[in-house]
Structure formats: C-alpha cells, structure tokens
C-alpha cells in the first residue's frame, strides 16, 4: 500500500531514538466535512504532542471517502441510472478502506481515526473485520457497557437488484455470536475488576428460527455468566421502568443500538452526540486490536466549508488518543477541564446555542490548554527547543505547530484522492 502523508514531526527534545519509534496514528477522511474535521484532529493531537514531547507519526489514507450526500446525486438521475454507480463506488470504497486498515495493522499502527464515510461503506467493512462498537455508561450509578454487534446482522449484507426490487442478505453465525460474546465478557472484566453482573443481549432473536438462543445458552453455561435474550422493546422497557443493574453489559444488533445509543447517551448524562467520539475494536484475527476512533455524528455535509462544525468530539477524540497512544499523560483530564471552562464562558458553535466558528471554539480551547500547562512541563522556553512550540497561546491567537505537520497532513482538497475517484 502506498501511503501518502507519512511523516514524523520531531519533538523539542530531539527525534525519537531509533529503539523507540514515534507510534502511528492512521487518518481517513470522508467527504463533507471530513476535511475540517481532519483538520482539528491534526491541530489538536499535533498541539498535545508537542505539550507533551511525545513525537507521532501520522499516515493518512490516500483516498477521500464518499460520504451518502456525495453519492446522493446520482441517485436520483432519471430511472435508476445512477444505481449501479454508487453500487461500484460503494463497493471501491469499501474495498480501498479494509486494504489500507489491514495495511495499518500490518505495520503496527494501533489506533485509527476516522471522519464519517457513506454508512454502505462502512458496514460492508465492519462486516469483514468483524467490528464492534463500544461506549461506558453510568445510569444513574449504574455502570453500563455498551457493545454494539456491528459485524452481523441487519446493517450488514449485500443487495441483489432486479427491476423495481431490492433484496437485502444478512447473515448471522455462531463463530461470530461466540467471539462477540467473549470480547464483551473480557472487555467488561477489565473495565470492572469483580467482572461483569450479566450480560444482556438487544437482538431480534425471535426471526432466527431459535438459533440464537442455543448458541447463547452453550456460551453462557461454558463460561459461568448469566447471559440473557431480549427483544429491544422488552430492553427499552426495562431501561426505562427500572434502574439497571450495576455491571451490566448491553450487546446489541445495531438495528437496536444506532438508534438506542443516543438515547442512552441523553439520558444518563453523557451529552449530545455532537459532543461525543467513541471506538470501533475490530476482532479479525489479521487486524485483532486495531482500534478506530470516529466522532459520533455524521458528515454535516449542509455545513461544509461553513466553520459551523461543533468540533467538541473531534477534540475529545484526539485527546484520548495522545493519552492511550501517544503517551501524552493528563490530556484527557486536561481536555474535559479546558471544555468545562469554555462551557462556562459561553464559548459554544451555534448548535449549542453559542455564536462562535469552529476555528474560535478550537483556538479558545487550545488557548486554555496553553494556560494551563502540563504538571512537568516548564512555563519558559527550555534552551534549544522551540520558543513558538513552548509559548502559550492566547485565545483567538493561531496557534502554531509544526511545519511538518501542518503541511503534511491536510494537504489542499483534492491533492490525496486516488486516481480516477469521482468527485
């Protein structure tokens, strides 16, 4: 695979030495405004990177993805006829984005993050890799895992057309069922120590002629875990009449979980999904570990080019991964404390109900990071690093990084698509 964009920017201290290289981020950008998006999440790691000496190699796919806005188009051309074209983008891009992530895992890279792509795309991926979805919950004291099941089922499979007919495949497996099942146990034991209380499964189980049950009770009686089958209206229901149990784990068919995720979200007070990232683990044997960050929220394709986008998620984003992968220490905490303090001063995009631009959210937030430098990190430029990499930055300032990154990652629209991608 031919990755463009690959560079290392060099911390203050010096470069990395050779026996411990500069760990890989990956970057994959869809359509709308994946590039703005991309452009955050450069600014921000990058700044985190430098605060905290911790150099890091970024590697961007070379294609930019189509988001189901920039294929719409076609859709809707007279009798069909733009059908058979995004079926073939559709499936190019699908094919382009399992190459360059089984490309990543390849070469080490541990930690993805991806703007949002067209959702056919996406899932004919997840099904490939065998992906899940997973978010912590606190209900109300009780603490919630939520796996969603994206390697299966409904939001998975391919379409067959015939005139005025399309009709959709799907399939589920009991290799697949047990390896989501043993990642949601081993998963939940290292988020709770004592481990999981039960296992609640959100599946429409009833249309699988009793095979899901019987592969769920073999796994439930070999492990030792209480593990029980529920149609998503009973789950709502039950959601919604009692307080869950501590330590539950929720796996999910994502026909449910898509939609009940965010009401989740809502009501136990994470937030919007504006202002919410979370992780994709993919379970393929060829790429086990590979974890992809994404934003919550979709390609906001309407605001493209606007400076409207609420960058919230994209910053919690890439500060999570400069702490879990950069080794950037605090920025997590740092990251939620500079968010608290914009909040409180009214700095919010105009979906919050704030009048300020993406670029102003993001050079306030950045200011207030600089205000608040790390614990082992000196106020005065130290000899022979980089005054502008060290100075703190004012809110509303631009704030500087470094010319390679600035220059290597977001290159002008249009300079990384694939040769002959429709644009």
């Not at 495949?169 to 081993?186: D, G, K, M, V």
């Not at 906001?300 to 950037?328: K, Q």
């Amino acid at each position: 695979m031919n990755d463009m964009n690959e560079y290392t920017p060099v911390s203050p201290a010096g470069p990395a030495p050779a026996a411990d290289p500069a760990p890989t981020v990956g970057l994959a950008v869809g359509r709308g405004t994946g590039e703005e998006v991309a452009a955050v999440f450069t600014r921000v790691l990058g700044h985190l990177a430098t605060r905290h000496e911790r150099p890091v190699t970024l590697v961007r796919s070379p294609r930019v993805y189509h988001s189901y806005a920039s294929l719409r188009p076609l859709a809707i051309e007279p009798g069909g006829a733009g059908v058979p074209e995004i079926r073939r983008l559709s499936a190019e891009d699908a094919a382009h984005y399992e190459e360059w992530l089984r490309a990543r895992a390849a070469a080490g890279t541990r930690v993805v993050f991806r703007t949002a792509i067209n959702a056919q795309s996406l899932y004919l991926v997840r099904q490939r890799l065998r992906a899940v979805k997973v978010d912590t919950l606190d209900a109300d004291g009780a603490r919630l895992l939520l796996v969603r099941d994206e390697a299966q089922g409904f939001y998975t499979g391919g379409n067959t057309h015939t005139p005025g007919h399309v009709s959709r495949t799907t399939e589920f497996s009991r290799e697949i069922t047990e390896q989501l099942l043993a990642y949601a146990l081993r998963r939940a034991r290292e988020e709770w120590p004592e481990g999981p209380a039960r296992i609640v499964m959100a599946y429409k189980f009833h249309l699988l002629d009793g095979a899901l049950d019987a592969w769920v009770r073999d796994f439930a009686a070999r492990e030792g875990i209480e593990v029980g089958v529920f149609q998503p209206d009973t789950v709502n229901r039950n959601l919604v009449a009692h307080r869950p149990e501590d330590r539950t784990v929720l796996l999910a068919g994502n026909e449910w979980a898509d939609i009940m995720h965010l009401v989740l979200l809502d009501r136990y007070g994470s937030g919007r999904q504006e202002d919410h990232c979370t992780r994709n683990v993919h379970l393929d044997p060829d790429v086990a570990g590979l974890v992809e960050y994404q934003t919550v929220h979709g390609s906001a394709d309407d605001l493209e080019g606007r400076d409207l986008l609420n960058p919230v998620a994209t910053l919690r984003a890439a500060a999570a991964i400069a702490e879990r992968y950069v080794g950037c220490t605090g920025a997590e905490a740092a990251a939620e404390a500079a968010l608290a303090r914009l909040g409180s001063a009214g700095i919010r995009t105009p979906d919050q109900g704030g009048k300020h631009a993406t670029t102003g959210v993001v050079d306030a937030f950045l200011g207030e990071l600089g205000a608040h430098p790390p614990a082992s990190a000196e106020e005065p430029a130290r000899a022979g690093a980089s005054a502008q990499t060290w100075a703190p930055v004012p809110a509303g300032a631009p704030v500087p990084v470094t010319a390679t990154l600035a220059q290597a990652l977001v290159p002008a629209p249009g300079q990384d698509r694939a040769p002959g991608l429709a644009r």
